[in-house]
Nanobody
């Protein structure tokens, strides 16, 4: 079992940057693939990024590719999402999730954090 807590959200102007963190407690963080998802008001939760257990592989949704970067520090049981060139359409609640497969399908992730709000003003 792993518990996840996101932090780092906030209000930022378009073009700005934020860095989200997701701290994990419990055992074997390094055995989990980590994903980032977001949910805008009235919309379904969508995939943003995923990072392999070792951090050697990452992939991103087309909408954030080139602007967002995910990384992890297994010694600190933490995964990060660096978000640059933010746009108003990036607004939403951002969730980290832990799973066993490096996929974009949210059903493949077993453990979820409570989310952190990101608001990008125009």
């Amino acid at each position: 079992q792993v518990q996840l807590v996101e932090s780092g959200g906030g209000l930022v102007q378009a073009g700005g940057s934020l860095r989200l963190s997701c701290a994990a407690s419990g055992r074997a963080f390094s055995t989990y693939t980590m994903g980032w998802f977001r949910q805008a008001p009235g919309k379904e939760r969508e995939f943003v990024a995923a990072i392999a257990r070792s951090g050697s592989s990452t992939f991103y949704a087309d909408s954030v590719n080139g602007r967002f970067t995910s990384s992890r520090d297994n010694a600190k049981n933490t995964v990060y999402l660096e978000m640059n060139s933010l746009k108003p359409e990036d607004t939403g609640v951002y969730y980290c999730a832990a799973g066993r497969l490096l996929v974009r399908t949210r059903e493949a992730y077993d453990h979820w954090g409570q989310g952190t709000q990101v608001t990008v003003s125009s």
